[in-house]
């Protein structure tokens, strides 16, 4: 969309409608504080962009979500905004392209960003009278298009799954291979979650969707897979290395050093027990 000739105009907060289904979230956080206050001092300097709602005297907003919704919590009624003509498709398409290059993208935003984007570009290739498709290589000018049907993949996620993601506690990898299982597969994953207080691995979340391409995924089998313990999350103590080196015999290796130090507290949990013995 360019904006040659074209000046922004003002138009009533009331007049104005989030995109239906935008994937983008508004939140009430430190960033929009931020912005509200940026917009109660100097304004709006970047206009939204709109499109007219089809037979109504009202707009769907493409661009400007978030100062919308800032504008409206700063108490302003008008807001300046681009109007373009644009069908619901080509408005899609012009809305994940204005807010992928943000900085701070959730997967989860990205999945469904990407999902409507193609949806929106397949509509057009038929409306066209194209043979197939668009390819998944043109929703994004910066991620494969293997990448993107990945991120796709996670819109099969439930949404506390999906919100693992978000929350950087589990991979895309992971998630990718959970959006296979059915939703009650899903559920029973994240109770066992709740349960070990843990994530899965890939490991574990590889060999959950191969059991569930052979029909043999049962919640037991989830529990049994889940259960595991994994290595990084085994119990460990850690102790320094300058305070080892003052009370071990020089030129063990780790291995020997492991042995001494068990050997040591054996030795003195017997001590402990003696004089537990002797005090009664």
Do not use: W
Not at 180 to 206: G, H, K, M, R, W
Request: proline share 4%; glycine share 4%.
């Amino acid at each position: 969309m360019k904006n040659t000739m074209r000046k922004p105009v003002n138009i009533p907060v009331s007049k104005l409608r989030p995109f239906e289904g935008h994937p983008f979230k508004v939140q009430d956080d430190g960033e929009m504080n931020t912005l509200i206050e940026s917009i109660q001092t100097v304004g709006i300097l970047s206009p939204l962009i709109v499109r007219p709602i089809e037979n109504t005297e009202e707009y769907e907003v493409i661009s400007g979500h978030r100062h919308l919704h800032a504008a409206v919590k700063a108490g302003i009624t008008e807001v300046p905004a681009l109007i373009y003509a644009l069908d619901r498709d080509s408005a899609a398409i012009a809305l994940v392209d204005s807010n992928l290059h943000r900085e701070h993208i959730l997967p989860s935003e990205k999945a469904f960003a990407y999902k409507l984007k193609m949806e929106a570009l397949n509509h057009q290739g038929i409306t066209c009278g194209q043979v197939g498709h668009k390819s998944r290589d043109d929703v994004s000018d910066t991620e494969s298009g293997r990448t993107v049907q990945r991120y796709i993949r996670l819109t099969n996620l439930i949404p506390e799954l999906l919100a693992f993601m978000d929350e950087g506690k589990m991979a895309l990898s992971v998630g990718v291979e959970f959006s296979f299982l059915d939703e009650q597969s899903q559920y029973d994953v994240l109770e066992q979650c709740e349960i070990n207080d843990c994530t899965p691995s890939y490991s574990q979340a590889f060999r959950m969707h191969k059991a569930e391409r052979e029909g043999v995924l049962t919640k037991a089998v989830i529990q049994d897979i889940m259960c595991e313990e994994k290595a990084n999350q085994k119990e460990t103590i850690k102790v320094s290395a300058e305070r080892l080196r003052a009370v071990l015999p020089k030129g063990m290796d780790s291995q020997k050093t492991e042995d001494f130090i068990i050997r040591a507290c054996e030795h003195y949990r017997r001590y402990l027990i003696r004089q537990r013995d002797r005090e009664r």
